[in-house]
């Protein structure tokens, strides 16, 4: 689900800490050693996603923040803020060239360039924060 997030929405709010959980605490943010990624450029976005992106040539911009039961995907257009709300049992990536964030029919594909190389440590974390989730929920014998 993308949200206009431009300006403060209480029912937004709760609709993304009812998805995602709330955003972690300071202590916490600080043991994780961060919680946010930098921004990224977003390369390519599904059709469905085009209208969230700038219609001129500008740089497309985006970046990923941690919550406990999911990732939030906050793109820039112009004046404009976007939030794109994936809980982590709907989250898929791939390494191709960059990265690509897979979720409800839609997906956005991050430029590999210097900024990508500085948030591999925070996919790495992405990563296992998705995996110790998934182990909450593990049904074989």
Do not use: C
């Not at 946010?36 to 219609?55: C, D, F, H, I």
């Not at 004046?79 to 898929?92: D, E, R």
Request: net charge positive; charged share 20%; aromatic share 10%.
């Amino acid at each position: 689900m993308i949200l206009d997030t431009t300006h403060t929405n209480k029912d937004h709010t709760k609709l993304i800490n009812n998805l995602v959980g709330k955003p972690f605490g300071l202590v916490q943010s600080i043991k994780m050693k961060g919680i946010g990624s930098k921004r990224m450029m977003v390369e390519a976005v599904s059709p469905n996603m085009q209208q969230y992106l700038n219609t001129v040539d500008d740089v497309n911009y985006a970046n990923l923040e941690l919550r406990p039961l999911g990732v939030l995907i906050r793109i820039n257009k112009g004046l404009k803020n976007f939030t794109w709300v994936i809980p982590y049992y709907q989250l898929v990536i791939y390494k191709t060239n960059g990265s690509s964030i897979h979720a409800q029919g839609k997906f956005s594909h991050f430029k590999q360039n210097t900024t990508f190389k500085e948030n591999k440590a925070f996919f790495d974390k992405l990563l296992d924060e998705k995996v110790k989730h998934a182990t909450q929920y593990n049904m074989l014998p």
